[in-house]
């Protein structure tokens, strides 16, 4: 599977960067992996927004919806002459006032992924942990069905031992890093030293630093998350930076 960051600054864009969404494609299936701001805008470079298969949300910030809406007027609204299929967009249920907005009639329809414990989506196998964040929010362990390849997303969160579990030797291990070091058991997100240390907790083949902040020197987040993983590779995303996994 091979992922490709659209956007992966935390909380606000800034200076020509937008906030955190993703592509992950497999087998022909392409899923829209959250949805921050300027998602589309990168996403019109690389693929047809009406090429989507799905979208997965990992919760209803703003800074990972804030293209949700206009997707959906993507859909709805642009040219063509075919009658084309409903987009299933995939969120938690625990919030029915966003839940209810993923469903767009004749459009897209809202799918809760907590109604079992392991969604099949396409080439993918997907299972969830609940995170600490001031919203109802959910990391994700994804499977690629065919090769048994593991990418695990943080989503948004602050330190949680079962992610030593949860991301137990996944060959990308995605983190939400908006903190630098010295800012550990934050109520909302990791530093780099606690994304370090459970990446080599879990011995993940490989951790790339996301939801970055907008200001202070990333190389330095980088030293500290990879003296942390002791080892472990250590990469920053990057707006149109891909991953083959």
């Not at 990972?64 to 809406?69: E, K, N, R, S, V």
């Not at 080439?123 to 919203?135: C, D, G, Q, Y």
């Not at 362990?141 to 990418?151: A, M, N, P, Q």
């Amino acid at each position: 599977m091979k992922l490709t960051v659209l956007g992966c600054l935390g909380a606000y864009p800034y200076k020509g960067e937008g906030t955190t969404g993703y592509l992950l494609e497999a087998d022909g299936f392409h899923l829209l992996v959250d949805a921050g701001s300027t998602t589309l805008v990168q996403l019109e470079k690389i693929l047809d927004p009406l090429d989507l298969d799905a979208v997965i949300l990992s919760h209803y910030h703003h800074d990972h919806i804030a293209d949700l809406g206009v997707l959906q007027y993507y859909w709805q609204l642009f040219p063509q002459s075919d009658e084309r299929a409903v987009l299933p967009i995939y969120g938690h249920g625990e919030d029915a006032v966003h839940f209810d907005a993923l469903t767009l009639p004749g459009v897209t329809k809202g799918y809760d992924y907590l109604q079992s414990e392991q969604l099949d989506l396409g080439p993918f196998s997907i299972t969830f942990m609940k995170t600490i964040h001031p919203v109802i929010c959910y990391a994700m362990r994804i499977v690629e069905k065919r090769t048994g390849k593991v990418l695990v997303f943080t989503g948004d969160s602050g330190y949680l031992a079962s992610f030593v579990d949860f991301a137990q030797e996944a060959d990308l291990f995605l983190a939400d890093t908006y903190l630098f070091a010295g800012n550990e058991r934050h109520k909302a997100h990791f530093t780099s030293t606690e994304a370090g240390e459970i990446a080599h907790a879990a011995q993940v083949k490989k951790l790339v630093l996301t939801h970055l902040p907008q200001h202070g020197n990333l190389e330095q987040l980088k030293e500290e998350a990879a003296l942390a993983a002791d080892g472990i590779p250590v990469e920053l995303a990057a707006v149109q930076k891909s991953f083959d996994i």
